[in-house]
């Protein structure tokens, strides 16, 4: 990890909720493990990165899965009827930041009281919490490397925070 | 003070919303016994000690937890999710 | 008085390193490590304040943050920082430090008058006054009183320093490094644990470089050197200084201020001021040691007076001599070795004073030294700085004196015994307890996760102090499941004795208008309790409240023993029935701006624009928040007034077309086999037979039966519906539906996921609006057929997908076009340029206003959280087949009371504009207010919303709007709520 | 009883301060009065002294189960207004702004009563109208309301910033001239040596530990200084009413007791003249007489009996208090307590007779019961005197939430932790 904090927008095509019931629950996983070509889906609080589409599980029976392919929504709505699960299109409603490099933990920890090191959170933890009230998903890749989205009318409120918070530390902008 | 959320681990109390009293029966959607609904939505038993409560874990997995917490000296002794889904063991 | 600098003396100060300072706009110099008060005394400068109510002469005492008497302002403007603790100022070259509470000047302050009143001014005296016969005569003297009293002077200037804040997570936080936390953070260290070690001081090491004894063979001073260098190489061991943990809140959570630039003249670029640590703690060990008792006689405030182990911490530290004939009072043997020590570092000690008769005389081994036992000081003596001392003998059993002679000194050390500071301990709730051998509580067992270790458990001796902080360690580790270490207890030798007090409360005095203080800062004597004890003012919680002792800056830190042990003997009963009041956060003051960190000012709380926010600035909108959202409110033309803009657009939307963003509605996803089931009991109209492509305006109630929120909820499949909320309400909807569903419904299957921030939404209204979209939207049929009233249909503008439902809130023909967030401003502009022909006008929340209430349909104002469907004139629309959210307590007899407030129009006669917030009168008699108020362009009068009492027995009278803050009356005309289009043809036109 | 005045203290003065009597009586209970209030804060001892002055009866008792005022009269920011809304509550703070206005002179007890005004500060036009709706109504009740624009608002509160580089500029306010603040622990000291002048026993450290019934009607209480008998037995414990409404076997209230915390900062020279309200961020703000800044925002927003809080609170209300005033920014906080509100469901007090024959009850006084202290004990005073609510609180009944009569001061619904 390079030692300067450095700061990124990013922006992915599509981003997508899958929602099931435990009675559904059986068939929802079997399908998206099918999709993702797992045998197993990870467990609440992890999420699996490959070929460009990241994979979360937020809590049982709730995923959230984001990518560069404009046609994962669609696709992914294709697999399941209505009694299966819900899949809810929020490509456009999460914008993020990739933050990285020394002094990352040290700024989140500015608005998060959530301890984020390596043992207590390893890396491919995902959660959701809240930076000076708003809203946040956090996705940790590896230490001090991490990606985190908000909601987007928030994000020049949170982009603002973020930076303000990084002036101690000295940052670069990537 | 804290809560451990069952899907998130500890957290602060600030990222719940307080819900209230979970001791209290919401009647049936179709019961029209007003009597019976004012005591649902005005009545409390507001105890001064251990007191069965429910908070939403708004700003994280939006879950809903039953906390017991002592409301004299905010010691929570047991958190438990509510709803159809039980949390995973994360041995 | 002349105090001086002892040659290549003091520990902690460059003697080659001088600093200039100010004091009063006068110059001296000190160290670099010197302190304000050890600069101030090696300057021969005592007197640094004037005392509260009294407005006495006061100097140092103490030698840290219990200070009661020197509290100076420092700095200026933006900086001034007033009531700081002479002690715990850092000196730092070109600092500005000055006197407060005086007038003209520090040595001749006009206030100083009150000591002639002081007779007067005692405890409870402004409850027994300042009466008069009104209210006017307590108004004239209050104002004099708020002069005199307060302190230091606050700035009115903005304070340009940053504040940050940080979570901090640790297995064992240790509060205090003297010996006791020394000892258990080098015990706990290798066993891996995420160790935090803090300490208020800029220097680790507490009590334990004028302790005379030696640990494991080293010098203590060297020792504490050692395990600091040891500790500062192991990389789970985190050491600040500078750190104050203030506040001990639920669950082990700690509040804390780093002091980080305070010891600077400014900080460094983007440095913080300070920072505020919120430390998450598995295990607290509390090891903060004590803090010097005060003895109380007559004068016992006379600067040159001071605590004996605050005066040799100025000689060991700074080389500070506090004054060249010293004499030292003492009520135990740890005064001795004070004394000594000061001798050997080149302080003039001539008098020892010991309240005790008999004691071990080995202590009396400097030969130089005046040894005096079985005698007390009666008073100190000299104004504004000591000149002299009278002593006596003292007969314990009868607590009388004998005949006084008099002693000339220039400082009096005094030592009654130490007092654990076991302020954060309290504030865990646990209750102390009382120690009788070292008179003072010491912390009760924890009811938490925290021990308390060395002196703040009465163990005053180094072996006891390290051995505490060893098992303390030891426990800790035991609870976190981690092995214990296997660190054996310390071999020391040589510790100085310890401080056993030899009871002393009031030491008598002849002086008939004697000036015994127990509170210095608060100005409290000894008369003060005994008035309040006469006036049955008894318990501890009644005598601070009365006399208003520890409720000073200092909060008693070193007053409340002695007041405990002064009550206890006034009421005849032992101290621990007497009893403690419980500590509260901060245990030492703390910044607003170190609370509020840098969520002020533009950052109080976050904002939510919406995607076309910056199309509107570049158009000349002005913003108003809604929610936490920013609206355009009005797109000012350069002449325009507000009023002129908002009638410019709603006559453009009546005539042609406008447009307006509606993104900040809220917009929640609903999806599963049982939506349609679900929007049925949560609405009060029905909504199970909604057919698909269409959408429904809905009305939500409370659980109590009042309304909460409407808005349209959109059929897009069997199984999904879109909803809209009102901007206010988005996540209060979602957090009710969210706990119906999971508390009281989870046999339906249904999800609900905001989708706020995934449309931009805009409406586009007018007679010409299907003329325009008709243009850029090409693969939707705009015919009634085809796209009829509340249908809702998908389309593209290019590549770019929206959703086109006909819907009106202004009550023309209107679309609202949603599109994923990131095509907003693209797909507003296409549709600007569409609207070009028809002259399309960009349209904000005034003239949304204007056109709703022109249709008479409700919104925020009407929607006050008091207010029923029937009252606004939606009792119709709740289904009486169904039971819904608030069904049944909608029926109670107060909802339904005939004499309710309903929804009336209100036409203003004399074309005078009306006001939101005017009263509606019936005669005299207030029927109502005005909810929203417009001209219309469409009425092209003055009309309005109101609420009034029968509102509908109202209709076609004639009532009048008053609006007595500007004392204005309109006469109005009372008509339907439905001004415009009653019949609805202009939806279709 | 000697009158306080300014004679009586230089005389006393000449004595060395040894002749003053006691406040009040150390009374030691007896076993039968005519009326017992249980709870010695300010207003079960404004009860008690205006069931003595205006109804004449005079053989009562006051239990207080710790130290007189130890509860929420010493555990407020004392501020003192009657700008309600609703004309019910509107009605009732007048009356007791009025008794305020009288009452040093009354007691004979200088209660300090600083009318300094209260200025509510707006953020938006909407909440313009909101104040100009509240500010209507008040005035046409007879009570004092003025609007203010910025500049007279900057002009009155120096140190306040009205510029437009924040969240929330200031776009107005409303102001009650005779509102302000008062010194509350005279008001616990002024009832009692008033109520003990006329006879009444005030006695501290006697907890009530059950009610002594015939049948349903209540005739007495057990304590722990022994049985006292009574045919009138008036509850005002605030915060505790639920947990004594218990001991009568009343299991459930339309309370919830939540924890609002107080902070006062170290003592200042004059700086704020006035009490001010901050929209935005609710917080109020005012500075004592000794020179504190004294101040509180919201509640914690989860039932609490602790008297103390959480750092989030100490967070935003300094966050509001700096936005508000850039320059306390470097000024420290010295101390934080914490009272507990007896939240009513519908943010409206509750004084009436029952809800057992015997019984009267003065409860639910969220934010307001400082203020309310003179007409509560006034209203319930006469409730108690004559079986019946006086017009002044007719509408504060316990039943109210049955029949939909709810006072929804602030429209927030039943939801006292989001009040």
Known sequence: MSDQLSIKEVRYQSMVLIKSWPDSAQKTDAILAAFLGIDALPVVGDFISQNDIYFAVISPGHFMMFSNNELLCSEISKLFSADIASVVDISHSRCGISLNGKNSDNLLNKGIAINLTDDDLPGMSVLQSSIHSIGIIMFKLQHDDYLIFSYSSFFDSFYAWVIDSAEEYGYALT | MIIKCPHCGPREASEYTYIGDASIQRPDHNDTDMEKWSDYVFMRENPRGAHMEHWQHTSGCRSFVKVLRDTVTHEISDVTLEGPWQAEDKS | MSGNRLKNKGLLIDQNKPLEFTFDGKSYSGFEGDTLASAMIANGEMMMARSFKYHRPRGVYSAGPEEPNALVSLRSDGRLEPNCTAPTVELYDGLDAHSQNAWPSLSFDVMAINQLFSPLLVAGFYYKTFMGTGQKFWHFCEHFIRRAAGMGKASLDADPDRYEKANIFADIVIIGSGPAGLAAAKAAAPSGAKILLVDESAQFGGSLPEEQGNIDGYDANEWAADTLKTLSEIDNVTMMSRTTVYGYFDDNTLGAVEKVADHKAVPENFEPRQRHLKIFAKRVIIAAGSIERPLVFDGNDTPGVMLANAALRYANRYGACVGQNVALFTNNDDGYTTAHQLKALGVNVTTMIDAREKINHGLCKDSSINYITGHVVTSANGGKSLSSIKVAPYDADTKSIGPQNTINVDALLVTGGYTPTINLCSQTGTPAIFNDEIQSFIPGRANRPWLAA???????????????GISAANESLEALGLPPSNMTALKVNGQNPVAIPFALTVIPSSNKSAKKFVDFQHDVSVNDLNIAHTEGFRSV???????????????GKTSNMNALAIMAELRGISIPEAGTTRFRAPYKPVALGTLAGRDIGNH??????????????????????????????????????????YIREATAVRNSVGIVDVTSLGKIDIQGPDAAEFLNRIYANAFLKVAVGKARYGVMLREDGYMFDDGTSWRLSETQFLMT????????????????????WPDLKVHVSSVSDQWAGMAVAGPKSRDTLNKIITDVDFSEDGLPFMGVTDGSIGDMPVKVARLSFSGERAYEVYTPTHFGTAVWKEI???????????????????????????????????TSMADVGLGKMASSKKQYVGSSLKERSGLIDQSRQTMVGLISHDHKPLKAGSHVLNGTENIGHVTSTTYSPALEKFIALALIKQGHTQIGNTLSATFPLKNERNSVLVVEPHFYDKEGERLYV | MSRYSAFSLIKNALSGHKNWKRTWRAAEPKPHYDVIIVGGGGHGLATAYYLAKEHGIRNVAVLEKG????????????????????????????????LWEGLSNDLNYNMMFSQRGVINLAHTPGQMDAFARRGNAILLEGVDAELLDTEEISRRVPGLYTGQNTRFPIVGGLCQPRGGTARHDAVAWGYARGADKYGVDIIEHCEVTGFIKDGDTVTGVKTTRGDISAPKVAISVAGNTSTVMKLASIDKMPIESHVLQAFVTEPLKPLINTVVTFGAGHLYISQSDKGGLVFGGDLDGYNSYAQRGNLPIFEHVAAAAVTMFPNLARLKLLRNWGGIMDMSMDGSPIICTGPLPGMYLNAGWCYGGFKATPAAGWCFAHTIANDAPHALNADFTLDRFYNGRQLDERGAGPYPAHQ
């Open chain 3, 541 to 555: 919680e009644h005598l601070k409240r009365y006399t208003t002792l520890g409720m000073a800056a200092d909060q």
């Open chain 3, 604 to 645: 109080f709380s976050a904002v939510r624009r919406t995607p076309m926010h910056n199309w509107h600035m570049d158009h000349g909108a002005e913003m108003i928040e809604a929610g936490i959202w920013y609206r355009p409110r009005v797109y000012k033309k350069s002449d325009e007034t507000l009023t002129d803009a």
């Open chain 3, 454 to 468: 060395g002196a703040i458990m009465g163990s005053f001796d180094l072996k006891a102090s390290l051995e505490d």
């Open chain 3, 832 to 866: 600007m340029k569409a609207g070009e022909a028809f002259d399309i006008t960009p349209y904000g929340t005034e003239a949304l206003g204007t056109l709703r209430i022109e249709k008479g349909h409700i919104s925020g104002p009407e929607l006050d959280g008091r």
């Open chain 3, 725 to 744: 909320t009102t901007t206010a309400n988005a996540a209060p909807v979602l957090s009710q539906m969210e706990r119906l569903l999971t508390l009281n």
């Open chain 4, 67 to 98: 130290g007189l005022g130890s509860g929420n009269i010493g555990r407020n920011t004392t501020i003192v207004r009657s700008n309600y809304i609703l004309p019910a509550n509107t009605r009732f703070y007048e009356h007791s702004m009025k």
